[in-house]
């Protein structure tokens, strides 16, 4: 077993030689005992989407035991407003396979995920965590398969310009050192999250990158592998705390947030799918995109318009969502096209031996590399919910398998010219717009609610407190009136700066 993990970057993992699944209480005790842990974390996501943090000094092994078996108490009401303060107290419980050392503490310290549960000992229903389980363990009794997820996370990174080998404006995609500045803190950050349990694909400059008043704004992203869903989900959280804190300890500043200045580019958090069956992907079947795959497109067509309700949180993230940015705004899906909502990305469908083209030295044989084949759901930005948004997505796959006219829906909503062009404006026409509006979100997500429900996956009063806050934005019409006031606009921009 420990040779099968000699090479994983997670110390916890390698040192024990088990994959992070099987990791139990004692192995934990063993690890923090030979490496001299002083120090536990508890990490749990508040309604804000960020990680929270509840702080333990190790007294005892009796203590710890504790701490590992029992979990603590923390405040719900301070955490969720779905939750009253008369009946607020919560438990939060460690998820053993999320367990990393802490990269940035003075004092030996190991940071674990945790669950949250109620008074009765019970997963607490509105937890998003919790939520997205439930998504997941609906999807695999209704279809059969498992469902995997990654993402795309796009962030600006911002510094004192020093007039020194400038990039062109909005032509940072893939460059390198010294055009780009700061390529050492993206692969500094990418060891990090590696040793925290994050499977990484890579790392690279986006095409963001401009100067503003003394500022030089440069955009990264780091995408990475797809993996079970919840599993996925708690990567992405603990790579955006990474991010940020690493960015502090730089003294620079970090925004994931969906737009940053006037007419630049803005960051989205693409998210890929694929629908899995005992470890084979299910996305294609003979070279071509799989009935499977189109149900599951359905599924995040029809559901599109509420999807923004847990993707897309604040006012700023429907600036990003206009024509010619790269963004979405209709509702339809297509290959490699990037102003579609879901695109089917280049996948290697046809086997081959390009290694050997390149390297004639290299013999080998042809390779079928179609088990990379992922759709890519594109509107989500860095204000999302990610939990939430992930079980959406979920729920929308499942949809698909459940819809009686699921390949139908993907046929009729299937796009394969660019959108945008003026030829095809009657075909742009006729299809369905995603939002325009935290508000009008919020309405969509309230005429689907029933959806989401469904196999009681989402509390309603989940749904009812997200649409209150999104509808608490008062947006509705806000870009008409303000796009074109680039003060009105920075200020948003400002108030939404450190979102998600």
């Known amino acids: 077993m420990k040779n099968n993990l000699s090479m994983n970057p997670n110390p916890i993992v390698q040192y024990l030689g088990k994959h992070p699944e099987q990791l139990t209480?004692?192995?934990?005790?063993?690890?923090?005992?030979?490496?001299?842990?002083?120090?536990?974390?508890?990490?749990?996501a508040g309604w804000d989407g960020r990680l929270k943090t509840l702080n333990f000094v190790i007294n005892s092994r009796e203590h710890l035991e504790t701490l590992l078996m029992a979990g603590e108490r923390v405040d719900g009401s301070s955490?969720?407003?779905?939750?009253?303060?008369?009946?607020?107290?919560?438990?939060?419980?460690?998820?053993?396979?999320?367990?990393?050392?802490n990269p940035f503490a003075e004092v030996p310290t190991l940071d674990i995920l945790c669950s949250y549960y109620d008074r009765d000992g019970n997963a607490l229903d509105g937890a998003p965590e919790n939520i997205l389980k439930k998504a997941h363990d609906a999807f695999k009794k209704v279809t059969g398969?498992?469902?995997?997820?990654m993402g795309e996370l796009e962030y600006y990174i911002i510094s004192e310009d020093d007039g020194l080998f400038k990039a062109d404006d909005q032509r940072g995609y893939h460059e390198s050192s010294p055009f780009s500045k700061w390529n050492d803190f993206r692969t500094?950050?990418?060891?990090l999250i590696a040793e925290a349990g994050g499977m990484i694909k890579y790392g690279h400059s986006e095409v963001g990158n401009f100067t503003k008043e003394g500022k030089v704004y440069e955009q990264n992203e780091i995408e990475f592998l797809p993996t079970n869903v919840e599993d996925s989900a708690d990567q992405l959280l603990k790579?955006?705390?990474?991010?940020?804190?690493?960015?502090?300890?730089?003294?620079v500043t970090v925004t994931f947030a969906p737009k940053?200045?006037?007419?630049?580019a803005g960051s989205g958090l693409h998210i890929h799918t694929r629908v899995m069956k005992d470890g084979k992907n299910q996305m294609t079947e003979n070279g071509k995109l799989s009935a499977v795959a189109k149900k599951a497109i359905a599924g995040y067509m029809e559901l599109a318009p509420s999807l923004t309700a847990f993707g897309n949180l604040n006012p700023t993230s429907y600036f990003r969502l206009v024509p010619h940015q790269e963004a979405p705004t209709n509702i339809c899906w297509g290959d490699r096209n990037r102003s579609v909502l879901v695109r089917v990305p280049?996948?290697?469908?046809?086997?081959?031996?390009?290694?050997?083209s390149v390297n004639p030295q290299e013999s080998g044989s042809v390779v079928d590399f179609s088990d990379k084949q992922t759709v890519e759901f594109r509107c989500p930005d860095g204000s999302a919910d990610i939990y939430l948004l992930l079980a959406g997505l979920t729920v929308a796959?499942?949809?698909?398998f459940e819809m009686k006219d699921a390949l139908k829906v993907a046929e009729k909503t299937y796009v394969d010219v660019n959108i945008f062009d003026p030829e095809y404006k009657e075909k742009q026409d006729a299809l369905a717009k995603l939002p325009a509006s935290c508000v009008e979100s919020a309405e969509q997500l309230m005429k689907q609610k029933g959806l989401y429900t469904k196999h009681d996956v989402f509390p309603e009063r989940v749904l009812n407190s997200l649409a209150e806050l999104l509808k608490s934005h008062n947006d509705k019409g806000l870009i008409a009136r303000i796009q074109d006031d680039d003060e009105k606009v920075m200020e948003l921009v400002d108030r939404f700066f450190y979102c998600g």
């Open 188 to 191: 500094h950050a990418m060891k």
């Open 25 to 44: 209480k004692d192995d934990l005790i063993r690890f923090i005992e030979d490496h001299d842990i002083e120090m536990i974390n508890f990490r749990y």
């Open 239 to 251: 790579a955006k705390w990474i991010v940020r804190t690493l960015a502090y300890q730089y003294g």
């Open 260 to 264: 940053i200045t006037v007419g630049k």
């Open 145 to 149: 398969f498992e469902f995997e997820t």
């Open 397 to 400: 796959a499942r949809y698909g």
């Open 79 to 101: 955490l969720f407003p779905f939750i009253e303060a008369g009946s607020s107290d919560l438990y939060v419980i460690p998820r053993y396979k999320t367990a990393f050392v």
């Open 346 to 356: 280049l996948g290697w469908s046809t086997p081959s031996n390009m290694a050997h």
